[in-house]
């Protein structure tokens, strides 16, 4: 566990076990050589001879003694002032990260940051502070509950004290509070991902939206799998046919109190285990599809999340949320079902499930909530991953506006979006002879992640929407250093900075 509180800015004040600065290429603060050069003397010298100039990505570690204690210093490089400003924080964010590495590795309980400098990183002191702290929560996180040996748990408990001038306590305490909040809902999502989905399952995952809804006065309709089949969900209670879990279909509703505020809905892919169904996947790393309920996580951790934020926009967060098993019960390729809102598609595969359940997800939100906006997020298709790797999710819209709004939640909150080409030449590819749609792709028209896009847009009628696939983002991103092996909560730092921001 992390806690995290201000001090001033005389760092040395601190009873520490790590003292650390961040330092922007070649200019290395004056006030941080100063301080650390009184308890380790050559610093300077040391400093040229690692030839450490604040690179990105670099770090400088020095043993030292203060008050008769061991001590260690640190100096985190941020990189160079001519990247942008999104750049320039996200190397924040790195470095961040990096310290809570060595705070783990060193055992540190208290650690004493010189807060960095708000305007060269181009935020003020609420959102570097918010930032800093929401991003030492994340490279807090480990997923270590199974692990029994102590000596392999890597989880450190660490008071954070963070330093600057009193002047900037006011922002930095809503900073704090931001950030916790957000670094908690990141983490939450993270762990109801990296759960194995025996222990995650639909049911139990419903369980936490109610519990959610319920600690946080925010009104929930939860559908079982009799009421979805009774309702007509045919895409949700089909990929749920062949488990022995149930099914459930989640709306969880957050009111503002700001009058004729508009109303978004969060739509998010619920998937507990995707075993791919009849057409089953094959063994290698089918594991990792225990995450493919990633969207839903970040959905339920945001309505949380916001909760306490209070955005002035209304929310809805909608999960569908089911197993996609095989069995004599399952759904099988040729089956052809129908959707809330009356279409119908063939199922050629039915590995290809999120866009089943997803269609009634969004049927119900266009019909019950009429949104402003709608978005929804889903791990949905392997193209995607393979087309934009581990650190950009997939944005596919023709409503410009609204990308151009989640564009700048995304340059600001470091869950970073690429748009895909969302033209209707691609639309043909879901074509059925038997059907309205089919649920996959002809082979010619290749960019699966577009005609899983083009299959969503049958169920949102006019509703400006965005369907962001984050199949690459959601799980084993490498050489991030405030992240591990593992779910990284992608969406839920988006949602709330996107939330927050919304101006209809
Ligand atoms: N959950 C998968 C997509 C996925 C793949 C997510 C890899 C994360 C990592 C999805 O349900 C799926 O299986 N999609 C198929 C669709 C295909 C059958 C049209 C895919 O992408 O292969
Ligand atoms: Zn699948
Ligand atoms: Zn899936």
């Keep these: 566990m992390l806690t995290f509180k201000r001090a001033d800015q005389h760092i040395l004040n601190q009873d520490a076990d790590l003292y650390v600065g961040y330092c922007p290429l070649n200019s290395i603060p004056e006030y941080i050589i100063r301080d650390f050069s009184t308890l380790y003397v050559p610093l300077a010298d040391y400093i040229k001879k690692r030839n450490f100039i604040g690179a990105a990505g670099s770090q400088l570690t020095i043993a030292a003694v203060h008050k008769q204690k061991p001590v260690m210093l640190m100096l985190v ?124 399952t639909p049911t139990i995952l419903a369980d936490h939206a109610a519990r959610i809804a319920k600690v946080h006065n925010l009104k929930a309709t939860i559908y079982d799998e009799a009421t979805v089949k009774k309702m007509g969900m045919g ?33 998010g892919k619920g998937v507990t285990f995707d075993s791919g169904g009849i057409s089953i996947k094959p063994a290698s790393r089918m594991d990792e599809m225990k995450d493919d309920m990633a969207g839903a996580a970040a959905v339920i951790s945001t309505m949380e999340a916001i909760a306490h934020l209070k955005p002035g926009v209304n929310v809805i967060g909608i999960t569908p949320i089911a197993e996609n ?73 023709t409503h410009d506006d609204l990308v151009e709004k989640l564009t700048h939640a995304s340059q600001r909150s470091g869950d970073r979006l690429w748009r895909l080409p969302f033209h209707d030449d691609y639309k043909k590819a879901i074509r059925s002879s038997v059907a309205d749609i089919c649920n996959i792709g002809n082979e010619t028209y290749r960019a699966g992640a577009i005609t899983a896009g083009f299959f969503l847009q049958n169920f949102v009628e006019e509703t400006p929407w965005v369907h962001l696939d984050v199949a690459g983002t959601s799980f084993n991103v490498p050489d991030m250093s405030y992240y591990r092996p593992g779910a990284t909560g992608f969406g839920v730092r988006l949602f709330i900075d996107f939330l927050m921001h919304f101006e209809k």
């Design 77 to 200: 490089g941020l990189g160079s002032e001519k990247k942008t400003a999104t750049d320039r924080l996200e190397n924040m964010r790195r470095a961040t990260g990096s310290i809570i590495r060595t705070i783990e590795q060193i055992k540190a309980t208290k650690a004493a940051l010189c807060m960095p400098e708000h305007h060269w990183l181009g935020v003020n002191e609420f959102e570097l502070t918010k930032e800093l702290v929401a991003t030492a929560m994340m490279a807090g996180y480990h997923f270590d509950q199974f692990i029994t040996d102590p000596a392999h748990k890597l989880t450190q408990n660490c008071e954070i004290i963070l330093c600057a001038p009193a002047l900037l306590h006011d922002q930095m305490a809503v900073g704090i509070e931001f950030g916790q909040r957000i670094g908690h809902a990141v983490n939450q999502a993270r762990q109801w991902c990296d759960l194995p989905a025996d222990i995650l």
């Design 325 to 397: 098993m095989p069995s004599g019960t399952a759904i099988k390729p040729g089956d052809i079902i129908t959707f809330y809102n009356g279409k119908t598609a063939e199922v050629k595969n039915t590995d290809a499930e999120g866009r089943l359940i997803l269609a009634d997800a969004l049927s119900y939100a266009v019909k019950h909530y009429k949104p402003d906006a709608l978005v929804n997020i889903a791990t949905l298709t392997g193209s995607c991953a393979a087309a934009l790797g581990p650190f950009f999710a997939g944005m596919m819209s």
């Design 235 to 267: 895409g949700l209670a089909g990929v749920s046919a062949g488990s022995a879990q149930e099914c459930r279909f989640v709306a969880l509703e957050y009111k503002t109190e700001h009058k004729d505020a508009p109303t978004i809905v969060l739509t």
